[in-house]
């Protein structure tokens, strides 16, 4: 079993940047392939970005490639979201998970956080 907790989000003004972190507990963290989801309101959620537990590969949605940064820290059991550019179209909840093998789908993650806000006005 693992716990995630997010923490990191707000208002920001377009262009400009957030970081959010992703503490895990509970788990062997670095065993867990770890990815980051948002859901805007009124919509479905949708991958963001994820992170390989072994190579470290990364993999992003097309609308934040270039812009959003996903990293992680296995001694700190920790999962960043680093975020640039910001626009009012990235306003959502955004959620990290866990899964023992990361796709784009959401049904591929086991272990989820309850999410942070970002709000990106214009």
């Known amino acids: 079993q693992v716990q995630l907790v997010e923490s990191g989000g707000g208002l920001v003004q377009a262009g400009g940047s957030l970081r959010l972190s992703c503490a895990a507990s509970?788990?062997?963290?670095?065993?867990?392939?770890m990815g980051w989801f948002r859901q805007a309101p009124g919509k479905e959620r949708e991958f963001v970005a994820a992170?390989?537990?072994?190579?470290?590969?990364?993999l992003y949605a097309e609308t934040v490639k270039d812009r959003f940064t996903i990293s992680r820290d296995n001694a700190n059991n920790m999962v960043y979201l680093q975020m640039d550019r910001l626009q009012p179209e990235d306003t959502a909840v955004y959620s990290c998970?866990?899964?023992?093998?990361?796709?784009?789908?959401?049904?591929?993650?086991?272990?989820w956080g309850q999410g942070t806000q970002v709000t990106v006005s214009s």
């Open positions: 509970g788990g062997t963290f670095r065993r867990y392939d």
């Open positions: 998970a866990a899964a023992s093998l990361a796709t784009m789908s959401d049904r591929s993650f086991t272990y």
């Open positions: 992170i390989r537990w072994n190579t470290g590969r990364t």
